[in-house]
């Protein structure tokens, strides 16, 4: 195949992706992405930048999840001035990591290319690059990373490391200048999983520079110690500044959240057998699974984990005895090495699917091998009836990939779908029962809400968040007691979650007990200064405070009584006063969130979903974290799409 009909076969190829994907561009954000970029308040403005690489706070306003990140904040940031928008909306963050997950399937081609050329040239190479590449593209598990915006981080970060090979290996005249560590040095600036370059370079230099299997490296140790001096000066660069950032530059609040390091560790070869097994079959995919890390050494999931390790191995000592084959030893290795940060350091998830988006690469570097070499020797001759049979068996499969991208990017969709799933495959899984719970609760179904948070708490009787949400939905419908005694019960159970004292702090403001809220707010501010809710609730609480006071010698309407009179008109039916009664409500209180909430709610019922929509709207400028503030405004943009 010539290179003029490789990029446009290319040029297909990502054609197909973006058609693959196109249901996911308007896909919610979700998880982590909360307190990294939807109540993140420093990414709203491009003068904060120079802020992110001095401070690593800045990342997300959670204290526990705050790392140094800088350049992936920074395209966080770009993409809200680039949205134009009030507050984060999804679209343009989709977009940006879209087109990062494109270049990288460019590189991924070039690098593809460049294996399978280098240990055996033939007529099947460059087709088989295309082929993986598409692969790589379409395959379903990397739905999860490209469809979950903050793991930008793994999409960069596995960028960054594919262009330093692509620039050693294809301008070997910039190698003194030693260029290609500065895509390393930026990755390190967005995740410091790049640091495994290191070994990565080492193991490329051994296999494919010194030609050494590790069979025979023993009798030539002398090659080993001139690749070790080769390496030294690009290895302590990249080294120091990964120290640098990992002692100096991370804030002190982050923390990994697991516990049993060596329990984890050994759950850690089964996991990578799990990986695997969603390589090459992926249905077992969910956001948020609910393994935990085995209790006991003798569990049958430690054997069958470190015999499926030494099996891979052994399959690397096999493979790297051979040129033809050399590349599929350095593909496995790269698995395993790319999976060692988060099988080594203990995290609050024994696994996560999105981690495998860098690791899977070194698979796909193997199986563009082993599959050339099956091609090879099964098609030796030029037989053009097998050649279309490949091609067909390729085309099937890569659509078969294709369609389960498209139904992860269903599932990536809403908060419900996601959540749902979640809780069907992972249903010992805490979490996922109470982040259902909240999705249910932004659609006003308190009872299926209630009955979520209720499961979490019996899975995890010491997680706090279930006992926040169960003091909101409680607040919501009218039992303020029952809402008190939750609220109170989170912020015991974890007084250095920000969250807590926001969600608290409101219920004080809502029954004018402003000093309590005072406060809390205050308390929380001092964990999180960036955090937008508990910025917006101290000019809520100062306002509501004077308010009160205007109207506390008048005998006057209070803002709960008239809300809970448009609540009344509104489950009456009678949707204008419903309306009526929260706009008074709002001259009271300004920025009243509960308010924009009955009126978006109204309005949707009375099919005026323009108005609905900018009630909606202007709610959540108040109160970005409203639950069924949102739902309201999701149906309202339901209720328009379905006028067209």
Known sequence: ???????????????VTFVTYVNHFDNSFHFDDSHTIENNLNIRSLKNIPGFFSDGTTMSTLPSNQSYRPLLVTTLAIDFFLGGSATPQPFMFHVTSFVIFLSLGFLCYMLFLYFLQQSLPGNWSRGVALFVTAWFLLHPANAETVNYIIARSDLLSAFFIVAAFVLYIYHPAWRKSYLYVLPVLLGLLVKEQTVMFVPLFFLYKFFFEENLSLTNCWKQWRKVTEI???????????????????????????????TDLWKYILTQPFVIFHYCCNFILPVGLVVDTDWKVVGSYTDYRVLTGLLFIALLVFLIVITSRRQSTRPIAFGIAWFLLALAPTSLMPLAEVLNDHRTFFPYIGLFIAMAVFIRNMLTSFFADENAGRRKLVVVVAVFFLAA???????????????????????????????????????????ADFNGAESCFIKTTQLWPAYPLPYTNLGILKQYTGKPDEAEANFSRALAMDPHTPANYSFYAKFLTSRNRFSEADA???KGLAISPGLEDLQQLRIQNDAARKAQGANSDSGADTPESLIN???????GGDYLKCIEAAQKALVLRPGYDLAYVNICAAYNRLQQYDKAIAAGEKGLQFNKSNRLLKGNLA???????SMK
């Open 1 to 15: 195949m010539k290179p003029k009909s490789a990029f446009l076969y290319l040029l297909l190829i990502a054609i």
């Open 520 to 522: 809390l707010i205050a």
């Open 401 to 443: 990939n294709a369609w389960g991208t498209w139904q992860r990017n269903q599932v990536w969709d809403s908060d419900i779908s996601l959540w749902k799933e979640a809780t069907i495959k992972a249903a010992g899984n805490g979490r996922a029962w109470m982040n259902y719970g909240v999705a249910l609760m932004a659609k």
């Open 635 to 641: 149906e309202a943009y339901a209720g328009k799409a």
């Open 228 to 258: 070790i001096k080769s390496i030294l000066f690009p290895v302590a660069v990249i080294t120091i500044f990964f120290l640098i950032i990992l002692k100096v530059l991370t804030p002190q609040t982050w923390r990994p959240g697991g």
């Open 565 to 571: 009179a448009s609540l009344n008109y509104y489950n």
